[in-house]
Structure formats: C-alpha cells, structure tokens
C-alpha cells in the first residue's frame, strides 16, 4: 500500500515492527524482501512518485572541503531514490577489499566477501544483471567469443562491470510495493528526529513532516535508516534532544570517514598500434543473452599486496582510430606526438611493420583502423580517513533541519597509490606490444583540480566490530543503540573500486534476513 | 658518416653503469661495425621524423648520451636475449631481438618518460640514434 503522508490526520501516530527511513536502493530491497511476512513495515519516503523541486531542496548543503558536487544534485528525493537516475554499472566489491590492509587505514570489514556472496547472487537478480561472474576472464570469452588482453606480468588483469538496464526501483519495484499487505509506504514524508531513550540506548520513535502538511509519529520496534551516506549522518546528528553528540555517536564516528571513488577524467592516453587486441568488450557495452558486460582493468591482488596500494578500476574510451588515409594528411599539433608514438610502435613491432590493417571482429576495430588513439577513465579507492566527514551546517533546510555540510578530503597516499598503479599499466601494455601509456597525473601527492568523485557516497556511518572504529556492527545494527539498524553504502568500511550500488542492495538483503531472523 | 668510440663515449657508458661497457666497450653484435650498426637500427624506423622528434626530447633529458655509438652500446646491452655472432640476417629477426629488449625494459622498469609517454629505454634511445644520425647527415633519412 503506497499512501500520501499529507492526508494523515496531524498527531497521527502509527506503531508498527519495522519502520524503513528511506525508499531507495536499500529500503525498497528491504520493504520487497519482507513483503508477505509477519512482520509490519512503514516505509517512509520523503518525496512523492515523482521529481518535485521542493522535496529536493531538502537535499541542498554545504561543501567545505576540496570541490564537490552540490548536495542536492548528486542524490534524487523521491521513491525509487538515485536509482532514479543511475547508470546501472555494477561489480561487487572484491575479497581483498574486505580485509585488514595494513597499509590502508582503517580498512578492514567485520565480514568478508564469502559472507555476501549468498547476497550478491540474490542482488544480481533484484538489479537485473546476470551471473555473479565478474572476474571471470575465460567464462566471459567463452560468452563474448572475443580473447581478451594477453596481460601476463601479474601487475594488471581484466575485470567485468556489468549493466543493470539500469533498474529505476522506484517504477520497477512500486507495484510489489503496493500489493503487499504488511507494507504501508507513505509518501511525503519527511523523517526530522530519530527520539530515543534518555540514555540513547533505544530508538522510541521517529518524528515526520510534510511540507506545508501534517506532521505525525511513527514507533516501531525496529527501524532502519536508508537515506544515504549524507542523510543518514545528517538525521543520526540532528536527532541531539537526548544524547547532544546525537544518535549512535558516543565515539565521535558519525559522519567521519566520507569516502568517494575519485574519478579523474583523462587519468592518461593510450595509442595502440593493436587495436585488435581490444576487443569490443573493452571499448563499449557488449549486449550478451542475459547481460550486458564492459571489460575493464584492475591492479591484481598481487600488486596491491607487494606495493601496498589501493584499488583502482580503468576503462578504455576511444577517442580516434588512425588510419593509412588520415596519417597520410597532416595531424593537428595536438595529436602530432600520439602518431609519433603510434608510427614508433608500429615500425619495431615485427607482427605490424606493415600498413595492412588488422582482421577485426565484432564492431571493433573499425574497417581500416591501424592503431587507436585512447584514453582512461579511472575510479580509484580512497582510504578511509577521518578528517573526510559530514557534520551539520548552520543553515537550515525548509523543515528547520540543520543542513548537511560536507568536507571531503583526499590524501597524499591516495594519489600515489593511483599514479603507481596507472604506471603499472603503462608498463604491463609495453611488456605485451600493447600500447604506450601518457600518464597524465604528476608524479606527487597532489591531486589535480579536475579530480572528481562518482556520486558514490560511503563510510559515514561504517561498519566495525568495535565502537570505536565504527557506527554500526557486522548486522549493521548502531553501537549502543538496541533497535535501530542502518542499510546503504554509509555503513561501507572501505570502498573498494566498484560502483556502490551492487553492494548496497546485496547487504540490504542480509539485513533483510536479519530482521526475519529477529522477529521470529 | 664514421662512428669512432671517443674517450667521452667511454666515460659515459661508465657514467650510465652499463657493466658490459665497464668491461669493455663493444657494438650492438660482438662481430659488428658500429657505424653500419647504428645505420641498421636507425633504419627499422620507417618514420623518421616521428622517432627524430622524440629522440631529441629524450636526448635533451639526456644529453650525456648525445653519442651514436654510445647510443649503439646501450641499446645493444639492454636485457635481452643473448647476442648472436653476427647481425641477424633479416630486419625482422632485428626487429624481434629488440622487441624482446623493449619488452624486458617494461618488466624490469627500465623506462624513461619522454614528452609524458613511458617508453623503454631502448626504444627511446633508439629515436635518439634516429635523431643524432639525422642531424648529422641532415636531409638524409637515418
């Protein structure tokens, strides 16, 4: 049952088991899994069924640290959440990414990969990909009926993102929404205290309003908080009336360790004079049967753990094939030294002295393409730090709520993480007549201005053993707080390189069988 | 154009740390000729002018090595398969000895950046060789 909160009488007061904050990615995943059970959900969304302009406003912050986006653009506020608009691109995080990393700070999940595997199965169905085979290079030549990049040094191997269509939640989803006679979704509604008891040791209920409507309460014995990793530190920090540091923040941990995927565009150039070798797969989405896949590149296990470094994940765009008839005419200055690097590679490699274009397949290469001109695009890991936080503005919002401020802070160690990494490809693609790499970041710890990160908000309310690295434990339960839960990519440890999205419905589903588990 | 080992030519190979050239200086094929070595090798570059270009980059990093046969000397002891005893009969057998030279130079991170592009040393010095001969005997392709 889908409501419109503005109706409510104002004072209303619904009791429930489980109240769900949010209905994005996490709380429809949520909502979905226990529809049909015993147990009584409300499912509070702050915006209607489609886009409004004052809903989303609530969304506006402040950015305090390096550039970012604005806040209200990088989220949408209305059923379905950011899957409204996102991209579709999926990939799990990977076994590595879950361990303690001595080298990173602060890494180290309280689960591991094999722990959300069973998940990932299930998300890949409920984001309407295919089978949990990402890092699968021969499953994936068997399917593509391409060969995929010859990389042998162990510094550098391919990787599969696949491409949910993309699935919108909000319309993919609304009708199970509707039908399920335990969920009571309710639009318009906009959570502004999280009450708790006075020693903050259990959630006693939710406050709501609407804008220009009623305002009522919700008590629940459980909740779950999913409304991003911006949102969710936003309300745990507002919700000061009893504990003034607010919700679950005995240890000063909420809102710390905002992590991105710094992306920046251009990472570095690539002329191949093989461009065969980079099958359709690497250059564009290549539509299978069941799925939708794009190879990609990552450092291997091996490189991350003798060099300790971070993750990091490139795609290949082409930006420009050349040809016999366009190297016969003069090339603009700025793409001069690209041919010069394209004709050096040619004239020593004795499998392409030669003008005969390459046999192709597929779409790529294009029919007389000698060589390509490309470039990279990258999302690399951010360590955990906490000086990257979310805290809360002196501005308010249309409700009178204290606005997000954001202060998202990169490292040093970061950037040189990435750099060594882009070289090791350089040097992979060299080692096997690959191509010739242009890495185009300096050789220091500065990150370019350019630098931007992916929409990929994590680690606000991060997932630990201990109260004192984490907000929530490994059933993403709040330290400290006995019925409030919170689902999304806040609660990652670390971040990995893969879009979030995946990972956010997977442990949605294991927090959905936890509150099965618990309500039994 | 003649190519002599000059006095600043062993000095440099010193310099750079090649054990080979601190044993005893020799040609790109222990029976060779140098300056019909650093001809041959210049002339696997059907592009001349592209490897000219970035061999004066490289040599302006590196100017110690503004020298053909040193340049011959180093590319000849980059790591790579044992030297036959005599020049390989075909351009590509040439051409294969030095890929695999290129390909070690990546393993082993012998590279240098010219202009931004992370080469091998031995194809960077190779457009060096291009370079120097070119200016040597300007209008005439290496």
Known sequence: MIEDARRLPEDTLIETDLAIIGAGAAGITIARELAGTDIQICLLESGGLEFEQDTQNLYTGENDGRWYFPLDKCRLRYFGGSTNHWGGWCRPLTPIDFEVRDWVPYSGWPITRADLDPYYERAQTVTETGPLRYDATAFWEEQTGAKMLPLSLGLITTTFFQYSPPTRFGTRYRKDIEQAANVRALLHATVTEIETSETGAEVTGLRIATLGGPSFRVRARRYILATGAIENPRLLLLSNRAQPAGVGNTHDLVGRFFMEHPHVPGVAGMVTSRPEAFNTAYTQHLSLADSIVHAALIPTDALLRRERLQQAVFTIGVMGVFTAENLASAAPADQQRARDIFNLQRDLDPARATDHPPAGYNDWPPAGALGANCTFGCACEQAPNPDSRVTLSDERDALGLPRARLDWRLSEADKLSLNRIVRAVAEEFGAQSLGRVRPALSDDGNWPGETIGGYHHMGTTRMADSPDLGVVDANCRVHGVANLYIAGSSVFTTGGASNPTLTIVALALRLADHMRIQSS | ?142
């Open chain 2, 1 to 142: 154009m003649s190519l002599r080992v000059s006095r600043r030519t062993v000095l440099a190979a010193l310099a750079a740390g090649i054990v080979g050239a601190a044993i005893g200086l020799r040609r790109y094929w222990p029976g060779g000729d140098v300056t019909r070595d650093a001809r041959r090798l210049a002339a696997l570059l059907r592009h001349p002018d592209s490897a000219a270009w970035l061999g004066r980059f490289y040599l302006e990093v590196n100017p110690r090595e503004a020298d053909a046969a040193l340049l011959v000397t180093l590319i000849g002891a980059a790591r790579g398969p044992a030297l036959p005893p005599a020049s390989p009969s075909t351009d590509e057998a040439l051409r294969a000895d030095l890929e695999e030279r290129i390909r070690n130079d990546f393993i082993y991170s012998n590279t240098v950046e010219v202009d931004g592009w992370l080469l091998s040393l031995t194809e960077a010095r190779l457009c060096a060789l291009v370079s120097l001969l070119r200016d040597a005997s300007p209008g005439i392709d290496a």
